[in-house]
């Protein structure tokens, strides 16, 4: 109920629920639940709609789903430069790899049915891009159960889930310096169609955010001193439409680059930050180190 009262698509969850249920041969008050949450939920929205928009079925944004954008927006979702899976969230890769036994488990099952109606519902939605975001925002809700499968890896297949891992963070590490509108913003500047944001690599967010990050950073070093001024000042400008007239697209957006705003030296993030980073590292290393002595004492003598 509060997944469909959160966003409409999470309606998909009640069905899937139902069926592991029903093939766990569970009693037909407990797998006919999940629907009957998932009613509750619907009609809840309804009734929000309603009151809002004077029209129960107005969700906000246009409901237009057609059968011809099925084949384009499956290809866009997965493996588009502008919006596939495969290339802002690589790591799902490693699901391909698991053992042929393990998809025979009904929890796995679950998992992978749930994924995949969310993957259908948006391949049936003309909107499926999602808009001004990063990467397939749409297919969020479906991705923590769906990498958490990769627990179930073979051992001699793990290094796959670290290479994917890292080329995951390379690709949106740009997004830790800057908004990923100063890409969007940018490319509206330079009239680039959605169509070729999408589909041409070239002015996709995959390589042209590379770009937008530079260009923020080299803002915000030039305005540095500007810093203040904009903290205190947040929230009581209007929303600017394009990137010179706004400052919240030419600063680096992370929390160390505010600290002058009151009265804190940048130096001090990167005590900080070198602490976490020790404190971070000593806790990998300890579980790494905890997961072989289990190993070994699990092992057969």
Known sequence: MLAVTAKPTGIVLGPCLSGYLLCRGSTARKWLAPLGGSAAGLLIYLVYNWSRFGNPLDFGQRGDFALNVVFSAMAGLLISPGSGLLWYCPVAIAVAWLPAATFRRI????????????????SLWIFWVGGWSWGPRLLLPALPDLIALTALLEKRMQWLLVVLAVAGFVVNAPTLMCLYERYDQEAAAARISTRAQTWDPRHAPLVRI?????HETRDAYREADQVGAFVHQA????LARTVENSRALRIVNLWWWMLPAIGVPRIADVAVSITLLIAG????????????????????A
């Open 210 to 214: 590379w770009g937008a990050a530079w």
């Open 235 to 238: 929230g009581s400008a209007p």
């Open 107 to 122: 929890d796995v099952s679950l998992i992978v049915a749930v994924a995949l109606a969310y993957f259908a519902e948006h």
């Open 281 to 300: 590292v000593w806790l990998i290393v300890r579980a790494l180190a905890r997961a072989r002595d289990e190993d070994v004492f699990s092992s057969p």
